[in-house]
């Protein structure tokens, strides 16, 4: 496929460069610093703009699917949406956040007293991103994949379970490796089975 990638350059998104580059996918790279973005086979790195709508289109234009992986507080959903579908491009996969996953029924992640308060700004802008894509993005083939509680760096191990909206926790806690969410968003591009909806990963 041909892929372009807003925010290649991330934690999550040099991860998903990674994994789409060995998998030999060819990956238009977008970063406001293309020089950060790790020189890989079938990776182009181009310069780009999240809040410039008109400009982000015009880079977007052509590809078969546009990942999102930018941070929820230094960019506008609106924005983004708008700039795919300026583009003509359909497929829209957006790196989520945990914050809006259940934890008992009609309790979220965010809604409970031990979630850290210096991610609660990203965690509600991440919610509103959903919601907007779940009110307004009908016309768009979108996927939301949420993370476990700590998304870090680790190792690429291939064993993980997916969810629908239930964080994903076992008796060590809530936890996924950036390297193992990868597998599981190119997964679900080369093989679509959660369109128009969110979907999560845990260990």
Not at 52 to 76: E, M, N, P, Y
Not at 117 to 130: C, I, P, Q, S
Not at 174 to 202: C, N, Q, W
Request: glycine content about 12%; overall charge neutral.
């Amino acid at each position: 496929m041909k892929v372009a990638l807003i925010g290649g350059s991330g934690n999550a998104g040099s991860r998903l460069l990674a994994e789409l580059s060995a998998r030999g996918h060819s990956v238009t790279a977008i970063a406001r610093n293309p020089e950060k973005i790790a020189a890989l086979p079938g990776v182009t790195a181009v310069k780009g703009d999240v809040h410039d709508q008109a400009g982000l289109a015009a880079l977007l234009r052509g590809h078969d699917a546009v990942i999102s992986s930018v941070h929820f507080t230094a960019s506008d959903p609106a924005r983004l949406i708008g700039a795919v579908r300026q583009s003509g491009v359909k497929r829209y996969f957006v790196v989520g956040g945990a914050g809006s996953l259940e934890v008992a029924p009609g309790v979220r992640l965010i809604d409970t007293p031990q979630f850290p308060a210096a991610y609660k700004a990203e965690a509600t802008k991440g919610g509103e991103f959903l919601e907007l894509l779940r009110t307004s993005a009908g016309d768009l083939d979108w996927t939301f994949l949420s993370p476990a509680a700590m998304f870090v760096p680790g190792e690429r191990t291939g064993k993980f379970r997916l969810g629908k909206d239930q964080l994903i926790a076992s008796d060590k806690g809530s936890s996924i490796s950036f390297e193992d969410y990868a597998i599981a968003a190119v997964d679900e591009l080369e093989a679509p089975k959660h369109v128009r909806e969110r979907f999560t990963i845990g260990y």
